[in-house]
């Protein structure tokens, strides 16, 4: 069982009260974009052993957005942060590299 | 005018605890930017209550302000002044951006109380219900078994509980299934 707590509303939230919202940090391949570059956008995702980011919601809460940093292997929360990021704060990457040196996740390291 | 009619017109449990549907409440959902000051004075005009911190709900007699996320405020009235709360809302913050709703028909409202009113609810939410994570004048919303759901403490042995208007029969058949005498737990 997950316990993330939601920075919006301050609450530390069950997983049960969340929807998972996949991946962290894509970006999307807009019009004109070559095929390869929309396959990689739209099918291939992290699928790691180790630490892991993603978007969740607090559906039965405050109904807001946010990003969770986690090991796939130990459920361990590395930190949560706001959706309104294109990367993982210099903070948790800090946490992180503490925990699990080494570690590198899509093109963050 | 028609009569309001409350969605279970004021079904009432007694086992465990009391669970009473409470009848018609005005509530009003104000949106915008909550550390606006223009915002939080067109909600305690309404609600005559100082303006919540985050997680929070201040509530006096039958009118209050509950803290729903960090740009949603719950107001809380007499349910024959949720109108003029909305227009009076309306002329405060014109030309601002913000949004405001009578919501007083889309949701249920319940009473919970009684010596074991906070362990009928730990049986159906997963927010930490005990006296050091939850207490009077804090406000959370979570989910009652499978449905959203509100609530907040009156006092130490009353809460109140809003759900949608929709699943009013769900959420009363539940708390009356976790308030069945018999089933306490003794856990608080």
């Known amino acids: 069982m997950l316990i993330l707590h939601c920075p919006y509303c301050g609450v530390d939230a069950d997983e049960t009260e969340l929807s998972p919202g996949g991946e962290a940090?894509?970006?999307?391949?807009?019009?004109?974009?070559?095929?390869?570059?929309?396959?990689?956008?739209?099918f291939h995702r992290e699928n790691p052993k180790g630490v892991h980011f993603e978007r969740w919601r607090h559906a039965s809460g405050c109904?807001?957005?946010?990003?969770?940093?986690?090991c796939t292997v130990t459920m361990e929360v590395f930190g949560t942060y706001p959706a309104q990021v294109t990367e993982p704060p210099q903070e948790i990457c800090d946490r992180i590299t503490g925990k699990r040196p080494g570690w590198s996740w899509g093109a963050f390291s | 005018m028609s009569e309001p009619v409350s969605a279970l017109q004021g079904a009432i449990f007694e086992g465990l605890v009391k669970v009473e549907e409470a009848g018609p409440c005005g509530?009003?959902?104000?949106?915008?930017?909550?550390?606006?000051?223009?915002v939080?004075?067109?909600?305690?005009?309404?609600?005559g209550v100082d303006f919540p911190g985050q997680g929070e709900a201040n509530c006096a007699g039958d009118k209050g302000l509950c803290w729903m996320s960090p740009d949603e405020i719950l107001v809380l009235c007499p349910y024959d002044q949720a109108g003029a709360g909305v227009a009076a809302i309306d002329k405060l913050l014109a030309g601002t951006h913000y949004l405001a709703t009578?919501?007083?028909?889309?949701?249920?409202?319940?009473?919970?109380?009684?010596?074991?009113?906070?362990?009928?609810l730990a049986k159906l939410t997963p927010a930490d219900m005990s006296p050091a994570g939850f207490a009077p004048g804090r406000f959370r919303r979570t989910r009652l078994a499978q449905v959203p759901a509100a609530f907040w403490m009156r006092d130490e042995h009353m809460f109140e509980v809003i759900c949608f208007r929709s699943v009013a029969q769900y959420v009363f058949d539940i708390l009356t299934a976790a308030a069945t005498p018999g089933s306490e737990v003794g856990f608080f």
């Open chain 1, 25 to 42: 940090h894509l970006k999307r391949a807009g019009p004109g974009t070559p095929d390869d570059a929309f396959e990689r956008y739209l």
């Open chain 1, 63 to 70: 109904g807001k957005w946010f990003h969770a940093a986690r």
């Open chain 2, 27 to 38: 509530m009003i959902t104000l949106r915008g930017d909550l550390a606006s000051t223009q």
């Open chain 2, 40 to 47: 939080k004075t067109a909600a305690t005009g309404v609600a």
């Open chain 2, 102 to 120: 009578n919501v007083s028909d889309a949701r249920a409202r319940f009473v919970v109380s009684g010596l074991d009113a906070r362990e009928v």
